[in-house]
């Protein structure tokens, strides 16, 4: 059973930072690509990053103050959240796809989800 589980969310201030992690279990990471999601109230689901071993992908949005990692010792995706504005306020969400795809963004391709660890940016 894959089971994806995020922490790391909380409340900071605009140009703060935090850092997200995500533990899974039940799944082999070289046959997967991993990628971070967000949804904010009353939007879709978006993409803002994606690992693997070979590539890492972001979203224009996020580009130059995230930054998205990986290590398969311990099964942990992270995301490293700089320069923090209050549109980054969201809920984010770890995801897993599998065929591995290292040019993987679209929502509906990814069958593993975790629940959800939210970001809130004050203004």
């Known amino acids: 059973q894959v089971q994806l589980v995020e922490s790391g969310g909380g409340l900071v201030q605009t140009g703060g930072s935090l850092r997200l992690s995500c533990v899974s279990s039940?799944?082999?990471?070289?046959?997967?690509?991993m990628a971070w999601f967000r949804q904010a109230p009353g939007k879709e689901r978006e993409f803002v990053a994606s690992?693997?071993?070979?590539?890492?992908n972001y979203a224009d949005s996020v580009k130059g103050r995230f930054t998205i990692s990986g290590d398969y010792t311990i099964y942990t995706v992270s995301l490293e959240m700089n320069s923090l504005k209050p549109e980054d306020t969201a809920v984010y969400y770890c995801?897993?796809?599998?065929?591995?795809?290292?040019?993987?963004?679209?929502?509906?391709?990814?069958?593993?989800w975790g629940k959800g660890t939210l970001v809130t940016v004050s203004s």
């Open positions: 690992w693997s071993s070979s590539s890492t």
């Open positions: 995801a897993a796809h599998s065929p591995y795809d290292p040019t993987a963004r679209d929502v509906h391709g990814f069958q593993y």
């Open positions: 039940g799944l082999r990471y070289s046959h997967y690509t």
